[in-house]
Structure formats: structure tokens, C-alpha cells
């Protein structure tokens, strides 16, 4: 029943979350005069938006949620294995080398894959993949690539750059219903695939060492939900950028209302960060309209108090 009851409060919170993004921004629009065929381009622009939000809350935190039950951290989040910074440096590299805005996601998606691959054979030990050593992995990389990030704008600091280093801080605008797609098939998949293993999730976040008890192959099992979460972290990099903090903030949120059991986590968080998402661009557009703020730094703002509180409160991390 109560179950129920944060569904539907979720739904309906949602729901006033989409109007909101449909009517406001930097012109507001009334509802009466939203189907107008005048406000036909306004309309399509923002109900894309609002879908490419509901893709990236719900990706992003889903993969946060596995990423800190397997590794049984309570800080990680999909941007800790570096896949968005090498998804970057492929992107700013791509720029600098006058690659089309047409290939700009793919140029992203492989930078992600790459990243990801790197990260994994640091961190495997004698095919086994240590925790510690993913993580310490995923920094690493992360800083690395984010330094030759800065060192190439700043060496080729231009307009193309400027735009460039907007992309990197997240923006939701998607003007391409086709992109929007192709990148929703592997995020829906990947959370489904996910969900799956919820139960898997519920032992091992108990205990690596009780979940091979109960008959779970925990090396395989961080092998397939490593690879699931950078699909999807670099899937939603190709249209949205750099977007951090989502997986950390909304599951540790959710966490705290509906219980740790993964098969209500999941489909509960999915909701929360797409309303969380939809409204963090709703500030992104308004709060100093007609200039837009990137929502990477909206949920930056709002995502770096809740790592210090959790850091401070001495939970499971490095």
C-alpha cells in the first residue's frame, strides 16, 4: 500500500514537472496557447527536452544504484569509472579536428567505451576485478583525461571551444527526435537489464562473501552491470554531455523513503530523478533567463553538499 502511495505521489509529481517544463522557460507560454501552430517549434523543442530528461534522471541513476551495490560504495555514481571524461576529450578531439557535428555522439560514445575499457583492465587482478582498484582506477583516468581537456581548450580556445565546454557541463536540448531514439533503446535496455538483477544486488550489498553463498557469481556479475552502466553513461553523453551528480544525490535520497530493497528502488528512483532532472533544467532555463545556466552546474551545486554529508557521516567509501 505505501508502495502504491509513493508511486502515485511520484507519477503526479511528474506529471506537474512536464507541464511546468512545457510552459516555462525563457518566454513563458500559457497552456491555451501552447498548441497554437505558432508555438508548434517551442512546444516540440521542450517536449524533446523533457523526454531527454526523463532518459538521462533515470539512466543516471539507476546506474548509480547498482554501481554502489557493487561495489559497495556509497559514493559511487556512473561518472566514477571516467566515462564522461573520456567521452569529452573525444568530443573536444573531434572538434579540434573539424569532425562534423553530425559524428560529435559517436566521437563521444566511443571516447566512453574506450575510457571504460581502460579502467577495467587497470583494475583486473589475475581476471578478477578489486573494488578498490576499479575505483582508484576510474579517478585516475578521470583526472587524466579531464586534464587534456583543459590543456586542448585552453590551447584552442575559440568559439567552437566555447560551445564545446558548454556541451561539457550538460545541456538537455535535443533537436533531433531520431538521436533521441537511438540512444533511448540501449538506456531502456540497460535499465531493464538492471532491474533483472535486483535481487543479486540485494545480496551483494549485504556482503560479497554472502552472496557467494547463496550461489551468486558476484566477478561475473560486476562484469556485466560495469559494462550495462558505461552503455549507458555513454549513451546519454551523446545528447546531453556532462551531467554529474544524479546518481548519487537521487538514490541515496530515495534510499531514505522507500527502503533499500532494489526491486522498489529501482522503478521509484527512476521516477524521482526524471522529475529531479526536469526540474534542475527548469532552473537551468529561468533562473537568470534569457541566459542558460548548463544543468551540470545546477546539479553540481546541488550534488556537492550531499558528497560532503555523506563523506562526513563516515559511510563505506575508498
Not at 531502456?188 to 545480496?203: K, M, P, R
Not at 530493497?261 to 533562473?287: E, G
Request: contains cysteine; charged residues 10%; aromatic residues 8%.
Amino acid at each position: 500500500m505505501r508502495l502504491k502511495r509513493n508511486l502515485l505521489i511520484l507519477f503526479l509529481l511528474l506529471c506537474v514537472a512536464v507541464i511546468f517544463g512545457l510552459l516555462k522557460g525563457a518566454v513563458n507560454i500559457s497552456v491555451t496557447s501552447l498548441l497554437f501552430k505558432d508555438n508548434q517549434a517551442i512546444f516540440n523543442l521542450r517536449l524533446l527536452r523533457i523526454v531527454a530528461g526523463i532518459l538521462v534522471g533515470s539512466g543516471l541513476a539507476v546506474s548509480g544504484i547498482a554501481l554502489q551495490a557493487i561495489l559497495r560504495n556509497s559514493l559511487a555514481e556512473p561518472y566514477l569509472l571516467g566515462t564522461s571524461s573520456g567521452a569529452g576529450l573525444a568530443a573536444v578531439s573531434a572538434a579540434i579536428l573539424g569532425v562534423s557535428r553530425i559524428y560529435m555522439p559517436l566521437a563521444a560514445f566511443l571516447g566512453a567505451a574506450i575510457s571504460i575499457i581502460i579502467v577495467y583492465n587497470l583494475a583486473r587482478e589475475k581476471g578478477v576485478i578489486a573494488d578498490k582498484s576499479l575505483i582508484l582506477s576510474g579517478v585516475i583516468i578521470s583526472v587524466a583525461f579531464s586534464s587534456l581537456i583543459v590543456f586542448l581548450v585552453s590551447l584552442f580556445g575559440n568559439e567552437a571551444m566555447h560551445e564545446m565546454n558548454w556541451w561539457l557541463w550538460g545541456n538537455l536540448q535535443v533537436y533531433d527526435y531520431k538521436l533521441l531514439l537511438l540512444v533511448a533503446f540501449p538506456v531502456i535496455l540497460g535499465i531493464c537489464v538492471i532491474y533483472l538483477f535486483a535481487q543479486d544486488l540485494n545480496a551483494i550489498s549485504i556482503g560479497e562473501e554472502e552472496a557467494v553463498h547463496l550461489g551468486i557469481d558476484t566477478q561475473n556479475l560486476k562484469k556485466i552491470l560495469i559494462l550495462v552502466t558505461a552503455l549507458i553513461t555513454a549513451s546519454l553523453i551523446c545528447i546531453c554531455g556532462i551531467i554529474g551528480f544524479v546518481g548519487l544525490i537521487v538514490p541515496h535520497m530515495m534510499r531514505l523513503i522507500v527502503g533499500p530493497n532494489h526491486k522498489i528502488l529501482i522503478p521509484t528512483t527512476c521516477l524521482a530523478a526524471s522529475v529531479f532532472i526536469i526540474f534542475c533544467d527548469l532552473l537551468s532555463r529561468t533562473l537568470f533567463s534569457p541566459v542558460e545556466i548548463p544543468i551540470g552546474v545546477i546539479t553540481a551545486i546541488i550534488g556537492a553538499p550531499v558528497f560532503i554529508i555523506l563523506l562526513k557521516k563516515g559511510k563505506r567509501i575508498l
